[in-house]
């Protein structure tokens, strides 16, 4: 497990970095967790300006932690399609703060400091994201190694980055007990996945995804994208957006899916209400 937290404050040379103690990253996890208000607002400092615009979190395999984080302005980046989380205070930035150590400089120390007193979060500068149905964009999954290698189908119809091959279920405490339609089925539904007809459009929110099944074997999940296109991930290889054939995929129920012979329908997913591991 490594936690990795970077102050952004220069501009020509490189931000200050430091590794987390086992007991740090355990502690941010908790005053993350402990943060229940949510937004649609991104954090002001992603806009880029001079002098102080948050701190990044990237993580490998820490427990209850997104691989990416952004901090700043009281709001917590998951960099996805999801609700980020929003405090009306600079605690939790003022902790981060502390844990630099002599990776930051005296005189940045008082800067940021400066900028953090008296508790308030500044006006918020960045763009609204809507909750919206994701792009078809393979290089998220694909081109860092830890990522395409530790993220599985289920991970990708979800959009959601664990790096633990996620399984059905196994977010919500009661992974499947078989692989056929109706376990896995269930199993993802604990998960928060919401059985649908075939899609007619796109939700106001979260977005369409398939499940099929090689009977006794696996599962495979797709998902449909913002170009009205299907996609998926097969285990640890890259995110793609054709079958078996080399087809593009208009509908998972008729494409080329190899052994997956058995088709067990539609599910809306809303990654913000969905918990998966």
């Known amino acids: 497990m490594s936690v990795t937290v970077?102050?952004?404050?220069?501009?020509?040379v490189a931000d200050?970095?430091?590794?987390?103690?086992?007991?740090?990253?355990?502690?941010?996890v908790d005053r993350i967790q402990r943060i229940q208000q949510t937004t649609l607002l991104k954090p002001a400092g992603l806009l880029g300006n001079l002098g102080y615009?948050?701190?990044?979190?990237?993580?490998?395999?820490e427990r209850g932690l997104e691989p990416h984080v952004y901090i700043h302005g009281g709001i917590v980046d998951s960099d996805r399609f999801d609700l980020n989380r929003i405090v009306d205070d600079a605690d939790l930035e003022r902790w981060l703060l502390s844990t630099a150590g002599t990776a930051v400089s005296d005189d940045v120390r008082k800067d940021v400091e400066a900028q953090l007193s008296g508790g308030l979060v500044k006006p918020l500068a960045g763009p609204m994201v809507p909750m919206?149905?994701?792009?078809?964009?393979?290089g998220k999954w694909n081109n860092d190694f830890i990522i395409r290698t530790r993220n599985n189908c289920y991970n990708y119809a979800n959009d959601k980055i664990t790096n633990t091959f996620a399984q059905p279920g196994r977010g919500s405490g009661a992974a499947y007990s078989a692989l056929d339609c109706a376990n896995v089925g269930a199993a993802s539904q604990?998960?928060?996945?919401?059985?649908?007809?075939?899609?007619?459009g796109t939700p106001a929110q979260g977005h369409y995804i398939a499940l099929v099944i090689w009977p006794g074997q696996d599962f495979h999940w797709y998902r449909l994208d913002s170009n009205a296109m299907w996609s998926h991930k097969p285990g640890q290889t890259p995110a793609r957006n054709i079958d078996n054939s080399g087809q593009?995929?208009?509908d998972p129920r008729s494409c080329n899916r190899g052994p997956y012979t058995a088709f067990c329908g539609f599910y809306h997913c809303i990654p913000a209400n969905t918990r998966i591991q």
């Open 190 to 200: 604990r998960d928060g996945q919401i059985p649908v007809g075939p899609p007619a």
């Open 132 to 138: 919206a149905v994701p792009p078809y964009n393979p």
């Open 6 to 12: 970077t102050l952004h404050i220069y501009s020509g």
């Open 53 to 61: 615009r948050g701190f990044s979190v990237t993580s490998v395999a």
């Open 16 to 28: 200050p970095a430091w590794e987390l103690s086992d007991d740090q990253a355990r502690e941010l």
């Open 248 to 250: 593009l995929i208009s």
